[in-house]
């Protein structure tokens, strides 16, 4: 049976058809800029190789061309002749949509239901750019696929195991009780496919500890005890933890009244600061790209060279911290974009947990995005690199659930 996996973000669309319950990937694309008046369109079908290939790329779409209209480009693509993978939408038995905000209503996937609606509505204000939009594919999927299952997958589902002493802040209990307060965390599901993936490669042991490194433009580490959430870096939103390509991560809470007092900020200007013009693109200056920055630190860039030095120390911290939580540490995964395609980054990590028997082997930890054990058969703590998948872990739900 094909399931449609959906991703609706603030202005754009993500989706991918499966052929379930094998997993194979069909196609997959993305919508970007929506509502913008450079809206883009690109559509990938699989190549010879086991890869995808692009068959459009950042197609110019009219200008302000929204969600609505993304999705009527999609039908047309998913059942045309030449690019499309189904003679009709019909065809699709399910949809499984990606939602970003649950807060503590839901710990784990779920069929929609109108109870269901209400309660990411009820969510929004944890998740404003969000899960207005994770509403708009799921009302829009409905309309068009009458009848046809639709499921919700949380990004905050996977971290509703933490303890009590995990997810609250030491502030006025009653922000918490009023008003929900406290550690959500993100990429839930990112970090519950390659933890589950990592427990297969250590052998499936009755017990492991696990520390889960999502790097990308948006990072998160979580520390995974028996396949379940124990603790995670981001917070009530995906602005806590380590620095990220535009986010600034954790600093001292006064940094943001003393920088609103000098500069007469608003809340929501102080808050466009530390999401989209901090982290990796506030130390360069003009770029939040790994490759960039990582191409200009070996030509002798001061700031490039500061980069690399933060994120790998903090992200040191937390690895180390995580370990101490956990009363040890058995594995420790790299995934996402920068964890899976950085190897400079790997073998810096490798060196500082040497304290904790890690020996990493260069030659395996040369490759990018491919998933591999990199370090040596001697190395008391293993370091994997698994490549995340995302959408097929919502598709899997998704077919569970139906």
Known sequence: MKELVINCGSSSLKYTVFEMPEGKELCNGIFEQLT?????????????????????NKEAMSAQSDHADAIKVLVSTLTDEKLGVMSDIGEIKAVGH???????KFSGSVKVTEAVKEAIKECIPLGPLHNPANLKGINAFEALLPGVPQVAV????????MPDYSYMYALPY?????????RYGFHGTSHRYVSARCI????????????????????????????????????????EGIMMGTRCGSVDP?????????????????DTVMNKKSGMLGITGDTSDNRTIEQRAKQGDARAKLVENMFCHQLVKYIGGFAAAMGGVDAVIFTGGIGENNPQYRTRIAEKLAFLGVTIDEEKNALRGEEADITTPDSKVKLFVIPTNEELMIARDTYDLI
Request: aromatic share 6%.
């Open 36 to 56: 913008t008046d450079l809206p883009t369109f690109t559509h990938k079908l699989p190549d010879a190789n086991g890869g995808m290939r692009k068959v459009k």
């Open 98 to 104: 990606r939602v970003l905000h649950g807060g503590s």
């Open 154 to 161: 949380f990004d905050t589902a996977f971290h509703q195991t």
């Open 174 to 182: 009653k922000y918490y009780e009023e008003d929900g307060i406290r």
């Open 200 to 239: 297969d490669l250590l052998g499936s042991p009755e017990h492991s500890r696990i520390v889960s490194c999502h790097l990308g433009n948006g990072s998160s580490i979580s520390a995974v005890v028996d396949g379940k959430c124990l603790d995670t870096t981001m917070g009530l939103t995906p602005l």
């Open 254 to 270: 006064a940094i943001v009244t003393t920088v609103m007092k000098k500069y007469n900020l608003t809340p929501d200007e102080m």
